[in-house]
Nanobody, 115 residues
Framework: QVQLVESGGGLVQAGGSLRLSCAVP????????LGWYRQAPGKQREMLAG???????HYKDFVKARFTISRDNAVNAVYLQMNSLKPEDTAVYYC?????????WGQGTQVTVSS
């Protein structure tokens, strides 16, 4: 069973930054494209960004230029650097396989952006 562990969320003022981390089991990390998703209250979960095993990145337009996805093969982790945060970025953030989330969701990490 795939167990994903997200961390790094918190409360930040608008315009601030956060860096999210996700630990992925080593047995799948090296062969899987990975992505970040989020779910805001009352809304469906949405995909934000993805990164292939080769390092190619993909972003939704509404986070492009503000968010950066990266992966560290040495520690089996995927990251999401979030800059210029807005109140509408408030959500629970998750990682999963990209572009289709097929693994069980982790607990996520809460990001709250105050205005």
């Amino acid at each position: 069973q795939v167990q994903l562990v997200e961390s790094g969320g918190g409360l930040v003022q608008a315009g601030g930054s956060l860096r999210l981390s996700c630990a992925v089991p080593g047995r799948i990390f090296s062969t899987a494209p990975l992505g970040w998703y989020r779910q805001a209250p009352g809304k469906q979960r949405e995909m934000l960004a993805g990164i292939t095993t080769g390092g190619s990145t993909h972003y939704k337009d509404f986070v492009k230029a503000r968010f950066t996805i990266s992966r560290d093969n040495a520690v089996n982790a995927v990251y999401l650097q979030m800059n210029s945060l807005k109140p509408e970025d408030t959500a629970v953030y998750y990682c999963n396989r990209f572009p289709t989330a097929v693994w069980p969701w982790g607990q996520g990490t809460q990001v709250t952006v105050s205005s």
